[in-house]
């Protein structure tokens, strides 16, 4: 539906055209493969590889270096299914590839990767490294089972597995099976599947080299990742006699991640609002309250961006209504909260309140006018099938359409004129309350060409659609603006609509750690902005759980507090004034972290690379960084340590295989490997990267306040030492047209003592009319301290805490300073 099969260099022009790339290695001459009038047969269709026995069909494609395309299907070839997942920004493209026809096998390599094919059924596949050895190969034939199909991979020894999204069960896949299939999974445990989203991604990594598979369809489907047999990875869906799987290549874990989120697209550069703290509730349930909420989060001092309302604004639960009683003045509202710096976010669950073919008695437009437009989802009689949600008999748009998305997205057009900021997908599995918890597997959804499919097939992606076609929407009532949406299902590629979280977690420990294997999945997934629900949605988190989970929440990328109805209240200073205190620091450190933590994500949206990283992912090949459950990265600079267990206790971190500093002690560890954090009151550890330059800002108590004061620069000595600042107007799309400053540091020890320099490129105006940098470890005074123009720089020395900090007056963005001893 959104794809288009690529178009590849002919194999005519192989030579001539697609091979004179200087990036390709030199490769055996390829012998254009030819058809022959055999049963069995080589030859190119439409730009494919294709094998063909009669009844089975193989087709491969090249869509990029590190990326092919495997198709294998029965019966004739249809064209029915496109992606639900492929970004179709990304064009069509084709790379350069070298073709080797022998015998009995013919092999496909680009500069990344390859396939060796057996010209025989069962065709089977042997996925090739860059260096043209084998790194994987099918454990088996393709085998079609009951309306499905099942795929197999070998599992080396060693091999771990990460992907697959939130999942829950910890960091490494292996030995465990799951279940795709999108579901409302209220009150869900640590071990409990299948959860909300669906992403048929694996990244195998195995003694530091990486590759990935992506299975390429939304239908209900297994994966069983060395569960039942220990050596075989096994994708097998019940639904849907086609194979669709791209090949990612490595060998370096970041390049399949990077290639995975070039396919299905990347997690764009949010408003900066959205990465304030958000406060929520299910629900703030009158406008006196959620006002009052919002007024002793500033009169309190915490900082915060945005305030959410659920279900209960809304008049009998009904999406796009508001309940006069309770909000009696919801746009009054918004105008204020904005003045004061906070967004509104609604929820908008995608069912809508079903009159039965009657026209609503006092009008409800989403019903009205979905009906007369046929948007809903036909049942098997032709009239709209209806499903039980909170509204009570409701209806389920028809997201396959474009035409409907359309008409969703402008559903959207008062809330945004009244100047509502961000809004929440939820329910978009979709859930309903019948026995399955979803729609009728046999439903029928349309397609625009007048197809339809399944919803047993079409089912992980309903949710994608639904965060689509809310996103488009946004993006054209405001088409100067980055819209924020949240969505709790997902599919792959569902990120570049959406930001997620992991849905109705539990206040106890043990989802707080498992916050940590999910968010680092989701990452390498493709989703970037992603958070747990901060204190754990079902339950009560007690003092303790609450200070430490927002300890830890306010460094991970989507900073939610949120909570079930009739449990209890959550709100920072819930638990009084000491607890309060915490809270706010843990908050106010997010605050002062954001110019790095922006830039990190305006990173993640250019290359892919997921804001919360597995320790793995920048350390292939450590074994301890592999196993790592209990800390990641936040950006490539700053792992987050945290303690996990209760009790003020001291707890052991193993850190990846470089030079650290404990930004508490300022001590450096060297080598990395175990360290401990004596017992504190702060229940997150921050080590910094020993060469990392770190931008952060003075407290704001909200992001549209500018700092008032220097930019604050920690220069942590080590090699390399480099470091970034991205800055654009955190809320437009000016950025894509040059609106932005893009800041590189770089430091230097030499002989006689340290030369920094900070070089820009862009025009967007700085914040700051100073700079303070702040270098740690050093363990005597500079003898002096001068600019580029040679003029003396005033500088401090803490003995103590063996600390210079240089003081470099005005608001430029390109400087040097050296320091001699
Ligand atoms: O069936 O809107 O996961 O965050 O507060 C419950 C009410 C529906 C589930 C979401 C949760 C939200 C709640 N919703």
Redesign the pocket.
């Known amino acids: 539906m959104l794809f288009r099969e690529v178009l590849l260099c002919a194999f005519g022009a192989l030579l001539a055209a697609c091979g004179s790339s200087a990036k390709t290695p030199a490769l055996p001459v390829a012998a254009a493969a030819k058809a022959t009038a055999t049963e069995k047969r080589v030859g190119e269709i439409s730009g494919s590889l294709a094998l063909d026995d009669g009844e089975v069909h193989l087709r491969l494609s090249v869509l990029a270096a590190d990326t092919l395309r495997l198709r294998l299907f029965r019966g004739p070839e249809r064209n029915i299914v496109g992606s639900f997942a492929v970004d179709p920004a990304r064009g069509a493209a084709s790379a350069p590839y070298m073709l080797e026809d022998a015998p009995n096998s013919v092999t496909l390599r680009t500069a990344a990767l390859g396939v060796r094919i057996d010209k025989t059924p069962p065709f089977h596949v042997a996925l090739l490294d860059e260096r043209g050895q084998v790194s994987n190969e099918q454990a088996g034939p393709v085998s079609w089972q009951a309306g499905g199909v099942r795929s197999s991979w070998q599992l080396a020894p060693d091999a771990r597995v990460f992907g697959l999204g939130d999942k829950a069960r910890g960091l490494d896949r292996r030995g465990q099976s799951f279940e795709l299939w999108n579901t409302?999974a209220?009150g869900w445990k640590p071990d409990a599947d299948p959860l909300y989203k669906s992403i048929p991604f694996v990244l195998l990594l195995d003694h530091g080299r990486a590759n990935g598979l992506f299975f390429d369809s939304p239908a209900r489907a297994q994966v069983d990742v060395g569960k039942t047999d220990a050596q075989i990875l096994s994708y097998s869906s019940a639904v849907g006699d086609s194979l669709d799987l791209y090949l990612l290549a490595g060998p370096d874990p970041k390049h399949v991640v990077s290639a995975f989120s070039a396919l299905t697209g990347r997690t764009p550069l949010p408003p900066r609002w959205a990465l304030g703290y958000h406060q929520s509730r299910?629900?703030y349930l009158t406008e006196k309250e959620a006002r009052s909420v919002a007024a002793r989060l500033r009169s309190d001092a915490i900082p915060s961006d945005a305030l959410w309302l659920?279900?209960d604004y809304q008049l009998g639960n009904a999406p796009f209504t508001v309940d006069p009683q309770a909000y009696p003045n919801l746009p009054g509202m918004v105008g204020d909260l904005e003045r004061a710096g906070l967004r509104v976010v609604l929820?908008t669950?995608p069912h809508i309140k079903s009159y039965q073919g009657q026209k609503a008695p006092s009008g409800y437009a989403p019903y009205d006018t979905g009906a007369a437009g046929d948007h809903f989802l036909h049942d098997p009689s032709g009239g709209f099938l209806e499903a039980k949600v909170?509204p009570g008999a409701s209806v389920f748009p028809e997201f396959t359409l474009s035409r409907t998305r359309t008409w969703w997205g402008d559903l959207y057009r008062d809330f945004v004129k009244q100047g509502v900021a961000g809004f929440w997908n939820?329910?978009n599995e979709p859930?309903s309350f019948d026995e399955t918890k979803t729609l009728p597997v046999a439903a029928q959804h349309r397609l625009d060409d007048g197809a339809t499919l399944t919803h047993g097939f079409v089912h992980n992606a309903y949710g994608s659609l639904n965060a689509q076609a809310t996103f488009e929407g946004l993006s054209r009532l405001r088409p100067n603006e980055r819209p924020f949406v949240l969505t709790?299902a997902a599919y792959a590629g569902t990120q570049r609509f959406a930001a997620t979280w992991t849905?109705?977690n539990s206040a106890t420990r043990e989802h707080l750690a498992l916050t940590i294997a999910q968010l680092a999945n989701l990452g390498v997934s493709g989703y970037a902005f992603a958070g747990a629900?901060v204190g754990g949605?079902v339950g009560c988190p007690d003092q303790e759980l609450l200070v430490e989970w927002t300890e830890l929440g306010a460094l991970q990328p989507f900073f939610r507090n949120?909570s079930?109805?009739d449990t209890c209240r959550r709100e920072p200073w819930v638990h009084g004034p000491v607890s309060e205190a915490r809270i706010r620091k843990a908050i106010e450190r997010r605050y002062r972290l954001l110019p790095y933590l922006y830039t990190v994500f305006e990173e993640a949206s250019r290359t892919g690379l997921p804001v919360l990283r597995p320790l793995w992912l920048e350390y292939p090949g450590d074994a301890a960084s592999e196993r790592n459950a209990n800390s990641y990265l936040l950006g490539a600079d700053l792992l987050v340590a945290p303690k996990l267990v209760a009790g003020n206790v001291a707890y052991v971190v193993q850190l990846p295989p470089s030079g650290w500093y404990d930004t508490v002690s300022e001590a450096l560890i060297a080598k990395g490997g175990p360290v401990s954090v004596g017992a504190s009151n702060d229940s997150v550890r921050l080590f910094a990267r020993a060469g990392a330059i770190i931008p952060k800002q003075p407290l704001i108590q909200h992001t549209d306040q500018a700092p008032t004061g220097a930019l604050e620069l920690d220069l942590w000595p080590g090699e390399p030492c480099t470091g970034n600042l991205y800055l654009d107007d955190g809320r437009s799309l000016d950025y894509q047209r040059g609106a932005f400053r893009r800041v590189s540091y770089a430091c230097r020890a030499h002989d006689a003592g340290i030369d920094i320099s900070a070089q820009s490129t862009g025009p967007f105006t700085t914040w700051w009319p100073s700079t303070e940098l702040v270098l740690h470890d050093v363990r005597r005074a500079p003898s002096s301290v001068v600019d580029g123009r040679g003029a003396a720089l005033r500088h401090d020395y803490d003995a103590k805490r063996r600390r210079t900090v240089v003081h470099l007056p005005g608001s430029s963005a390109d400087w040097s300073v050296r320091l001699v001893f």
Do not use: Q
């Open positions: 409302d209220y299910y629900s659920d279900i929820i669950d909170w939820d329910m859930a709790r849905g109705d629900d949605f949120h079930g109805k």
